[in-house]
T-cell receptor, first 112, second 115 residues
Framework: AQSVTQLDSHVSVSEGTPVLLRCNYS??????LFWYVQHPNKGLQLLLK??????LVKGINGFEAEFKKSETSFHLTKPSAHMSDAAEYFC??????????FGKGTMLLVSP | EAGVTQFPSHSVIEKGQTVTLRCDPI?????LYWYRRVMGKEIKFLLH????????ESGMPNNRFLAERTGGTYSTLKVQPAELEDSGVYFC?????????????FGNGTRLTVT
């Protein structure tokens, strides 16, 4: 079974500065990995997914993530944070053919 | 298209009472999933329907939880009797096809508080 670990419960950045949200996975096989975002009182929205194609995955809203097998990592980045990026972010991996295992979430705070 | 709809958005009940959560998936989506997030913990898988059949219910915590999907359309998740540790946010998701290549569409969740 796969597990994912989000290394930071909270990340604070200033508007216009880069964003880095960290995620490590453990899996004995090639994983499928995902990043979701949840804005207050909203559902989970898929940002991007990795499914063993290109290791650099581009998602919506300027986010991207790089799959690094040697580091068992799938960190989420964005060059320049916007106020609207403030939300909770979840890294997830497949734990079955169609089920997901989620990390504990990282709250991104963006200050003006 | 309408998204995944969950009702109610919030529910506050006393320990020992019964609560029923409802999920309406996106029309045409055969696959329906229930997940929940207990306060401060990860979002965890509960079960997966394909049409009206339970494909995987390995995440259901105990027999106080009963999920149904009569007719393969909307689904209900009943908790009876509710316990304090059942408090959390219950998410429903649906997908067109089986497998993670078919994106999961999540509802806004039902926040359940058991007092």
């Amino acid at each position: 079974a796969q597990s994912v670990t989000q290394l930071d419960s909270h990340v604070s950045v200033s508007e216009g500065t880069p964003v880095l949200l960290r995620c490590n996975y453990s899996s004995s096989y090639s994983p499928s990995l995902f990043w979701y975002v949840q804005h207050p009182n909203k559902g989970l929205q898929l940002l991007l997914k990795y499914t063993s194609a290109a290791t650099l995955v581009k998602g919506i809203n300027g986010f991207e993530a790089e799959f690094k097998k040697s580091e068992t990592s799938f960190h989420l980045t964005k060059p320049s944070a916007h106020m609207s990026d403030a939300a909770e972010y979840f890294c997830a991996g497949n734990s079955g053919y169609s089920t997901l295992t989620f990390g504990k979430g990282t709250m991104l705070l963006v200050s003006p | 298209e309408a998204g995944v709809t969950q009702f109610p958005s919030h529910s506050v009940i006393e320990k020992g009472q019964t609560v029923t959560l409802r999920c309406d998936p996106i029309s045409g989506h055969d696959n329906l999933y229930w997940y929940r997030r207990v306060m401060g913990k990860e979002i965890k898988f509960l079960l997966h329907f394909v049409k009206e059949s339970k494909q995987d219910e390995s995440g259901m915590p105990n027999n106080r939880f009963l999920a149904e999907r009569t007719g393969g359309t909307y689904s209900t998740l009943k908790v009876q009797p509710a316990e304090l540790e059942d408090s959390g946010v219950y998410f429903c998701a649906s997908s067109l096809e089986w497998g993670l290549n078919s994106p999961l569409h999540f509802g806004n969740g039902t926040r359940l508080t058991v007092t």
